[in-house]
């Protein structure tokens, strides 16, 4: 009998922290229109099940700020700093990708290639104002050079580009070196 009590309240408990992580992906206008909601639902949903899953899901750092900015959650609430630490983290990743970043563009423009990054941290400086705000843990294409050297070279020197593709969690592309086959 207990347990068939508490299955509503639980139920209810995830459809509101499901119905917040809608209205906390929607755009300002809707979430401004849905403020009233957005403050309800922050009564009764679980918390620390909604941080988890934000963090699960590798969105805390981009839906938590919006979620904490429209319920008015103060400075020191569990949840607006477990936020303020995925954005830190995701700040200092971004970081050190945008450093990786700009080193390989200038290795390749040293090379007479132009290249432009799509993604990572500055498609989430463009589309938030912020590094931090959009997680960057994928690749989706590695790029390698070779040497061209021959079987026996490859024999004895091994090839770092033939390990790329053998080990590589993402499709590797390799580029011969120019004037080789």
Not at 63 to 74: N, T
Not at 129 to 157: E, F, N, T, W
Not at 166 to 174: N, R, S
Request: hydrophobic fraction near 45%.
């Amino acid at each position: 009998m207990i347990a068939a009590l508490a299955r509503p309240k639980r139920d209810a408990g995830r459809r509101a922290e499901g119905r917040m992580i809608l209205l906390g992906a929607g755009t300002e206008e809707r979430r401004l229109a849905a403020r009233g909601e957005m403050r309800h639902l922050a009564e009764i949903l679980d918390w620390n099940r909604l941080t988890e899953t934000l963090r699960r899901r590798r969105l805390l750092a981009t839906l938590g700020p919006r979620i904490v900015e429209s319920v008015g959650l103060p400075t020191g609430d569990r949840f607006a700093d477990a936020v303020g630490q995925a954005v830190e983290v995701g700040r200092r990743h971004a970081a050190f990708l945008h450093l990786v970043t700009q080193r390989l563009l200038a290795a390749l423009a040293e090379e007479g290639i132009r290249a432009a990054p799509l993604k990572g941290p500055q498609l989430g400086e463009a589309l938030y104002g912020d590094l931090g705000r959009r997680q960057s843990r994928d690749v989706d294409l590695l790029v390698a050079g070779s040497r061209g050297y021959g079987p026996m070279a490859r024999l004895l020197l091994g090839s770092v580009s033939s390990r790329l593709v053998a080990t590589a969690p993402c499709p590797v592309l390799i580029v011969p070196r120019p004037g080789k086959d």
